[in-house]
């Protein structure tokens, strides 16, 4: 017949080490459990980038100076593509007016100033350019004349042209490869323009030739 044993109650000893075994237990619980409320409470940091934004309201055509310019960390998922990092910016001519605390990116500029060399007293102006292969030729700098054509006062019809600029500087002109216009501003499948440097006579002869004009390219 088998005899049944009363366990040993534990000694002093082990009933020491079992408390000691619970307090580890629960000290390591509750620190994994704090290390999961901070990463809660406090997520990663995200990933930024330094950009430049403007430091006040700017007009349109304004050059931009040191004091117009800002320095801030935006996180990368929020920084636009084509956005002026630190040492950019300065100098460069807005195309269009920025608010305070935008992001400055390089469509809103137009690089160093488009006049920057012209003498004094140069205007510039748009000239349109109906032939899209002539359109796609042109880069800034390069030298045109322009002719506008001369119609019957009866009739309508074309009877020639007349030149009414001649030798004159492209300051821009869109990109064959863009998909946009001059400055962004018009699809580059359509007939668009180009900004040329002119005197003060010229221009308005331009300005009286609209819808006219026919822009050839000068041998350099």
Do not use: N
Not at 122 to 138: H, K, N, R, S
């Amino acid at each position: 017949m088998l005899r049944q044993t009363t366990p040993r109650p534990p000694g002093p000893r082990e009933r020491r080490h079992r408390r000691l075994a619970r307090r580890r237990l629960s000290a390591s619980l509750a620190a994994a459990a704090a290390g999961v409320a901070v990463w809660t409470l406090a997520p990663p940091e995200p990933r930024t980038r330094a950009v430049l934004v403007a430091a006040h309201d700017l007009p349109a055509g304004a050059v931009l100076a040191a004091g117009d310019l800002q320095r801030t960390d935006r996180p990368l998922d929020t920084v636009p593509d084509g956005a002026l990092g630190p040492g950019a910016g300065a100098g460069a001519v807005l195309a269009g007016a920025v608010r305070r605390g935008e992001v400055l990116t390089d469509a809103r500029t137009t690089g160093p100033g488009l006049m920057a060399g012209q003498p004094p007293g140069t205007l510039a102006t748009t000239v349109a350019v109906g032939d899209q292969a002539v359109l796609e030729g042109l880069r800034p700098g390069a030298r045109v004349d322009v002719l506008a054509r001369t119609d019957d006062p009866v009739t309508g019809l074309a009877t020639g042209a007349e030149r009414v600029a001649t030798d004159v500087v492209v300051l821009a002109a869109p990109s064959a490869s863009a998909s946009g216009g001059l400055l962004g501003a018009a699809p580059a499948t359509a007939a668009g323009g180009v900004l040329v440097a002119v005197d003060a006579r010229t221009a308005t002869a331009l300005a009286g030739a609209a819808g006219r004009t026919v822009l050839v390219l000068r041998a350099p």
